[in-house]
């Protein structure tokens, strides 16, 4: 539906309800992203303490391993919770994403250890992340389409939030991680020090629970619902005409979720392969997470003039030019500030990416399928390139003993999403 044909109201927000708006959309995907950055962050830890192996690689590779498991479920919880979206309505998909994430993130912030429980303990981390990972797989799908369709003169710019919540939980993590790493023994952060920032995130879902419910469907989609013209099957409609814009959306999604879950590995790649302090690596992320939360938007909004397409295939190509570059030299010359310049470097190719891609991603699909097609495509290419790339980071380094991994995955990822970008623009005309 173009915006031609709502009203001025509907079509054209007021600057209060648009603030709404926002805040209600990415609170959610704010607290999923923080949840998942800090398991990544306090791997190490979390892997002593519920993990524990005859080798610490071992050990830290079965926790990343449960981290990548819990993306399996996600490509499910994207059909479940994206067709109920699709069917019911963005609002009520987001308060029931929004309430079991709250009960993955307290069974984390309680869970005692293998020296209490014994096998319990990694089991009830891996139960606490299938449940996340359900949740978080309708997440993305209905709060981006109640984004975008809230003003679709502007898709670039409220998309765009769906990811500055990303790099504004990063920066709260990294954070945590910083200050805990920095003011906590070794003792202190094992025994209880790693349980703040999830009891932290505990407390922010009853407050994005609320905001939720407190606010209206889009024009666009209860329009739909109001002739009584949207899918009653949109798994099926998905499944059945749509195959093709679902690849062509994984294809896009690859680069920025490589890019995510590189992000979220670092501090274990500061202590691991470059032997520098874990506050090290937390506050090189920090740094990474400010020019995402600021980054993005601006980005999101200057695609809703120059196109989608055109400054996102700049930064895959940037990215695919460069990030061998900066690796080489992070290693060859491993200190906080080299760190530090080399993160904030990618976190600006990343924000130039994924500023763009919400909206692109929303326009691949129609207002009927739109969050099952965002919700399924999201997490399909977020369990194949993201959920396990730490893991597969972690062993490429460990098989061919080159710390450079990391630079070579995301070449490989770059290239795949320029692929998916070209045909976006010549099979779909989207600019």
Known sequence: MSTSTLPAAAARPSAAKVHRIILAASIGNALEWFDLVVYGFFAVTIAKLFFPASTESISLMLTLGTFGISYLIRPLGGFVLGSFADRAGRKASMLLSIGLMMIGTLMIAIMPGYATIGLWAPFGI???????????GGEFGCSTA?????????????????????GLATLLASGFGALLTSQLSG?????????????????????????????????????QRKTQTQTHTPVRDLLATQKARVLLAVGALVISTAANYMILYMPTYAIKQLHLPAVTGFAATLATGLVLTVLTP??????????????????????????????????LHASFATMLV??????????????????????IFPTRTRATGLAVSYNIGVTVFGGFAPFIITWLIAASGNKLAPGFYLMFCAV???IALYAVRTKLRIR
Do not use: C
């Open 298 to 331: 601006v980005i999101g909004h200057w695609s809703d003039s120059a196109g989608r397409v055109r400054i996102m295939a700049a930064a895959a190509l940037l990215m695919l030019a460069t990030v061998y570059p900066t690796f080489l030299y992070m290693n």
């Open 126 to 136: 891996l139960l606490s992340r299938l449940l996340q990972g359900f949740s978080a």
């Open 146 to 166: 109640f984004l975008v369709e809230h003003a679709p003169e502007r898709r670039g710019f409220m998309g765009s939030w769906q990811f500055a919540s990303q």
């Open 416 to 418: 795949l999403s320029l």
């Open 187 to 223: 003792a202190q952060l094992e025994a209880w020090g790693w349980r703040i920032p999830f009891l932290f995130g505990l407390a922010i879902g009853p407050v994005g629970f609320y905001i939720r419910k407190y606010v209206d469907e889009a024009a666009e989609f209860d329009t």
């Open 342 to 363: 080399a993160m904030i470097w990618i976190g600006a190719l990343k924000a130039a990416y994924f500023g763009a891609l919400p909206a692109l991603m929303s326009e």
